[in-house]
C-alpha cells in the first residue's frame, strides 16, 4: 500500500491569556493548587467573535503553507469537534467555504471528544490509501470555554481554547509517513466526562441553561484512572504491533489533559519524561486540538526531525482512546 505522509501542520491560538492568578479571583483556587494538580499556568480564550470555524480556519491556512499547497488542492476535509460553529452543518462545511476548499471535497465532522484528531488521522489514512482522494486536510479545533461552567473549580481551570491542522498525502517512500494507527472506544464510561443536555434526550430549555447542563461534567478520579491505562494499552499494542521498543520512540506527543496523566503513562511505560512532549502548561486542555497544536510546536523547536518515529496518544469522553506511529 502507499505511504501516506503528513506534509505540513499548522496551529492557531486566541490571543487572550487567561492565567491561573486571573481564574483566583473568579472562583475558589490558586496557581499552585491548579499548578499542582494538573500542570497548567494558563489557557487561551476566544474572543467572543471568535467561533470553531474561525480557529479551524487559521490552523488548516497554516498547515496548508507547510506543506506548500493551496486549498484547492484539498478533496478530504474533516474537522474533530466537540464545539462545532451550528448543531447543523458541520463546521468542516464552513471551514470549506471560508478557506476555499473545492466543492467535489468530501467534508465532515467527527465528534470523539479529545481522541477527534487520532480519529480523523486514521480515517484520513485509511481514505487516501484507496486512492479515492489524493489530499486531506483533518484539523482539531475547540472553543471549550463555550461548554465550561466557569464557577466550577474541578473542571474551569483545565480547558482552554485552540486549533491544530495537518495536510495528508501519499508518498513513493515506503516506510515513511504514518506507520499505522490504533482506536477504540468503551462507552461504559461515558458517564465519567460528559455534557448533561443539549441534545435529543434532553433538549435545550430554561431549566437547563439555569442548571448549567450545557457544561462540561466530570468525575476527575475515574477520568484520570482510565485515561492512564487506555493510553498504555493502545501506546504498547502500537509499538508491539510493528516490533518497536520504547527506546526506538523518538517523541511521544500525548494528548495534553494533565501533567500527572502524562507522569503516570511515562512511569508505565518504562520512557523518560523528556520524551514527552508538554505544552499543556501554556493551552490547557484544548481536547481534540492538543495533539496537532503540539505537533506543530514540537516540529518549530526542532524536536521532530526527518527520520524520527513519533508516537501520537490520547483518550477522551466517550470512553474513546487511540494512537498512531508516524515516521518523518
Same mark, same amino acid.
Given at each position: 500500500?502507499?505511504?501516506?505522509?503528513?506534509?505540513?501542520?499548522?496551529?492557531?491560538?486566541?490571543?487572550?491569556?487567561?492565567?491561573? $492568578?486571573?481564574?483566583?479571583?473568579?472562583?475558589?483556587?490558586?496557581? $499552585? %493548587?491548579? @499548578?499542582?494538580?494538573?500542570? !497548567?499556568?494558563?489557557?487561551?480564550?476566544?474572543?467572543?467573535?471568535? &467561533?470553531?470555524?474561525?480557529?479551524?480556519?487559521?490552523?488548516?491556512?497554516?498547515?496548508?503553507? #507547510?506543506?506548500?499547497?493551496?486549498? &484547492?488542492?484539498?478533496?478530504?476535509?474533516?474537522?474533530?469537534?466537540?464545539?462545532?460553529?451550528?448543531?447543523?452543518?458541520?463546521?468542516?462545511?464552513?471551514?470549506?467555504?471560508?478557506?476555499?476548499?473545492?466543492?467535489?471535497?468530501?467534508?465532515? #465532522?467527527?465528534?470523539?471528544?479529545?481522541?477527534?484528531?487520532?480519529?480523523?488521522?486514521?480515517?484520513?489514512?485509511?481514505?487516501?490509501?484507496?486512492?479515492?482522494?489524493?489530499?486531506?486536510? !483533518?484539523?482539531?479545533?475547540?472553543?471549550?470555554?463555550?461548554?465550561?461552567? %466557569?464557577?466550577?473549580?474541578?473542571?474551569?481551570?483545565?480547558?482552554? #481554547?485552540?486549533?491544530?491542522? &495537518? /495536510?495528508?498525502? +501519499?508518498?513513493?517512500?515506503?516506510?515513511?509517513?504514518?506507520?499505522?494507527?490504533?482506536?477504540?472506544?468503551?462507552?461504559?464510561?461515558?458517564?465519567?466526562?460528559?455534557?448533561?443536555?443539549?441534545?435529543?434526550?434532553?433538549?435545550?430549555?430554561?431549566?437547563?441553561?439555569? +442548571?448549567?447542563?450545557?457544561?462540561?461534567?466530570?468525575?476527575? @478520579?475515574?477520568?484520570?484512572?482510565?485515561?492512564?491505562? /487506555?493510553? $498504555?494499552?493502545?501506546?504498547?499494542?502500537?509499538?508491539?504491533?510493528?516490533?518497536?521498543?520504547?527506546?526506538?520512540?523518538?517523541?511521544? /506527543?500525548?494528548?495534553? &489533559?494533565?501533567?500527572?496523566?502524562? $507522569?503516570?503513562?511515562?512511569?508505565?511505560?518504562?520512557?523518560?519524561?523528556?520524551?514527552?512532549?508538554?505544552?499543556?502548561?501554556?493551552?490547557?486542555?484544548?481536547?481534540?486540538?492538543?495533539?496537532?497544536?503540539?505537533?506543530?510546536?514540537?516540529? +518549530?523547536?526542532?524536536?521532530?526531525?526527518?527520520?524520527?518515529?513519533?508516537?501520537?496518544?490520547?483518550?477522551?469522553?466517550?470512553?474513546?482512546?487511540?494512537?498512531?506511529?508516524?515516521? %518523518?
Amino acid at each position: 500500500m502507499a505511504s501516506v505522509i503528513i506534509a505540513g501542520v499548522g496551529s492557531y491560538a486566541p490571543a487572550q491569556v487567561l492565567t491561573n $492568578e486571573e481564574l483566583s479571583k473568579r472562583v475558589d483556587t490558586s496557581d $499552585e %493548587w491548579i @499548578r499542582t494538580r494538573s500542570g !497548567i499556568r494558563e489557557r487561551r480564550i476566544a474572543a467572543p467573535d471568535e &467561533a470553531c470555524s474561525d480557529l479551524a480556519l487559521k490552523a488548516a491556512a497554516n498547515a496548508l503553507a #507547510d506543506a506548500k499547497i493551496s486549498a &484547492a488542492d484539498i478533496d478530504l476535509l474533516i474537522v474533530a469537534t466537540c464545539t462545532p460553529d451550528l448543531p447543523l452543518p458541520s463546521t468542516a462545511c464552513l471551514v470549506q467555504h471560508k478557506l476555499g476548499v473545492p466543492a467535489h471535497a468530501t467534508c465532515f #465532522d467527527i465528534a470523539a471528544a479529545c481522541s477527534g484528531f487520532l480519529y480523523a488521522l486514521e480515517i484520513a489514512y485509511g481514505q487516501l490509501q484507496t486512492n479515492r482522494y489524493k489530499r486531506a486536510l !483533518i484539523i482539531g479545533a475547540e472553543k471549550l470555554s463555550t461548554i465550561t461552567d %466557569w464557577t466550577d473549580r474541578t473542571t474551569c481551570v483545565l480547558f482552554g #481554547d485552540g486549533a491544530g491542522a &495537518a /495536510v495528508l498525502m +501519499k508518498s513513493p517512500e515506503p516506510g515513511k509517513g504514518i506507520l499505522g494507527t490504533d482506536l477504540g472506544a468503551d462507552g461504559e464510561f461515558v458517564d465519567n466526562l460528559y455534557i448533561p443536555a443539549g441534545g435529543s434526550r434532553t433538549p435545550a430549555s430554561a431549566e437547563s441553561v439555569a +442548571k448549567r447542563d450545557h457544561c462540561i461534567r466530570m468525575n476527575g @478520579r475515574e477520568v484520570f484512572k482510565s485515561a492512564v491505562r /487506555v493510553m $498504555e494499552t493502545v501506546a504498547r499494542e502500537m509499538m508491539e504491533q510493528h516490533q518497536l521498543t520504547p527506546d526506538q520512540i523518538s517523541l511521544v /506527543v500525548p494528548h495534553q &489533559a494533565n501533567i500527572r496523566i502524562i $507522569e503516570a503513562l511515562a512511569g508505565n511505560l518504562k520512557m523518560p519524561l523528556d520524551k514527552f512532549f508538554v505544552n499543556l502548561d501554556r493551552y490547557g486542555n484544548t481536547s481534540s486540538a492538543t495533539i496537532p497544536l503540539a505537533l506543530d510546536e514540537a516540529r +518549530k523547536a526542532g524536536r521532530i526531525k526527518p527520520g524520527d518515529t513519533t508516537l501520537l496518544v490520547a483518550f477522551g469522553a466517550g470512553l474513546t482512546y487511540g494512537a498512531a506511529l508516524v515516521r %518523518w
